[in-house]
């Protein structure tokens, strides 16, 4: 039987799933940082909605040269020149990815978007009718990223 919504510790949840996303994707170690974020300079953030019988948004944002260096770790190709539909279309999967296995710890009947990317200074991102809004900051030798959770509420 799952756990119900309010059951989940999903700073631990969160946390496990982004440090094993990111080690099999990409083969980096991350771990979980007490770090300030977003970092100066352009960000990029990648999110996957969720919907059903639990309603939510997760985030993962990070600077133009985690996105880049991402990219060419996911793509095993050289590091991007700029940001192209190569980087957009991997940080978006990177979303999709975390996003895919919270679902299979959430109640049954919850649906995955298709990833939305935004990116630019100074921008600000809404969630409608989001409640709860949970950040952890990650970092690896080479890169500062957060991922975030929302949960809406009805």
Known sequence: MEPAAEAIDFGAVVSQITENVFQTMMGMEVRLVDTPFPPAGELITAVVSLAGTWKGAVLVECGLEGALLFTSRMLGVDLPASLNDDVRDALGELANMVGGNLKSVLPDGVGLSLP???WGQDYRMQICRAGKMS???F???EVTFAV???EVTE
Request: hydrophobic share 50%.
């Open 116 to 118: 939305t990317v935004v």
């Open 135 to 137: 950040r952890w900051v």
């Open 139 to 141: 970092e690896s030798d």
């Open 148 to 150: 975030g959770l929302v």
